[in-house]
């Protein structure tokens, strides 16, 4: 897309680009300077390995045999509860590097596969406990397909579709293995449009993190959205979905500036991103937020994490 028209779509996106900037600000400008977001606080296991509670983190000798257990048993209570005590003992970055060391991160992988639900979930949130660690991510990669097709494919806002959704975002916090999930962009929008808000707020996050990448914008453009992605740009949207799907516009719009991706651009289809973005409706609904005369006032008061 070249010439003056190309030059028109540059020009509104840098204009809408710099509303969705504002709206951000004024989302946010009344956070209490004293709040943060909780980190991760592991549960205690319920149950350890036979038939008591076990409230200690395990060491590398217990997580061998708590491995050895998973491994060996096709008892469905065992292995889910192997599995929950796992999880929570990964939440702690020492044992995410000796669970790896001793073998483990392809033990709770190949519980991804299981027919039961339930443990499936629970393989996928040890998993992502696991992924924490940069080094797992690199075993944890063989695993991101599987992952997708079970997130699109699945029981939409189900716990398994949420759990592989979490992991896929970890998997995304940087740039390394983002490109694993390019086939996949047009189905993680088709999930935003239809999921509950948990799911919409999920899907959000792993979008944030495409979205951060120049090398994903391209992507990113060309996806097949619904229209009815613009209604997310509406002032009554609660505002943690509000603030992610400006910021979204706003990140899309910074990596378009950098590394000449401006200088450049394809041709995007109808019905893309791209043209719902820069089209006239996405705009006078930035205008509109822009000029909304009490911007926080009607939105949820809840804090917005990401």
């Avoid at 070249?2 to 900037?21: D, M, N, S, T």
């Avoid at 004293?34 to 549960?43: F, I, Y």
């Avoid at 970055?93 to 979930?121: C, D, M």
Wanted: proline fraction near 3%.
């Amino acid at each position: 897309m070249g010439g003056p028209r190309g030059a028109g779509w540059v020009a509104a996106g840098l204009l809408l680009g710099a509303g969705a900037c504002y709206c951000i600000y004024r989302l946010t400008r009344g956070r209490r300077r004293g709040d943060r977001e909780l980190g991760m606080r592991p549960s205690k296991s319920a149950e350890d390995l036979t038939d008591g509670s076990y409230d200690d983190v395990l060491n590398a000798a217990q997580l061998q045999k708590l491995l050895y257990l998973l491994e060996s048993t096709e008892d469905p209570v065992i292995v889910e509860r192997a599995l929950i005590t796992l999880g929570n003992n990964a939440a702690f970055s020492v044992n995410q590097a000796i669970i790896r060391e001793l073998g483990g991160i392809p033990i709770v992988g190949n519980k991804i596969n299981h027919s039961n639900q339930s443990i499936k979930e629970k393989a996928l949130n040890a998993l992502n406990n696991l992924s924490v660690n940069v080094e797992n991510q690199i075993k944890i990669k063989i695993y991101i397909n599987q992952v997708c097709e079970d997130v699109f494919s699945g029981p939409l806002n189900s716990a398994v579709q949420l759990a592989g959704l979490r992991l896929l975002t970890n998997m995304t916090v940087t740039n390394d293995h983002q490109h694993m999930l390019h086939n996949y962009i047009t189905d993680l929008f088709q999930v935003l449009l239809t999921g509950n808000g948990n799911t919409k707020v999920q899907v959000l996050k792993l979008l944030l993190n495409l979205s951060e990448n120049p090398a994903m914008t391209e992507g990113l453009l060309h996806a097949q959205v619904d229209s009815s992605f613009l209604s997310l740009y509406d002032s009554h949207v609660a505002k943690e979905i509000l603030l992610r799907v400006l910021t979204l516009f706003q990140n899309i719009n910074n990596c378009l500036k950098i590394e000449g991706h401006l200088a450049v651009q394809p041709t995007f289809t109808e019905g893309s991103l791209f043209f719902l973005l820069h089209g006239e409706e996405c705009a006078q609904k930035i205008k509109a937020l822009v000029d909304h005369h009490d911007a926080e006032g009607i939105l949820p008061a809840a804090e917005f994490k990401q």
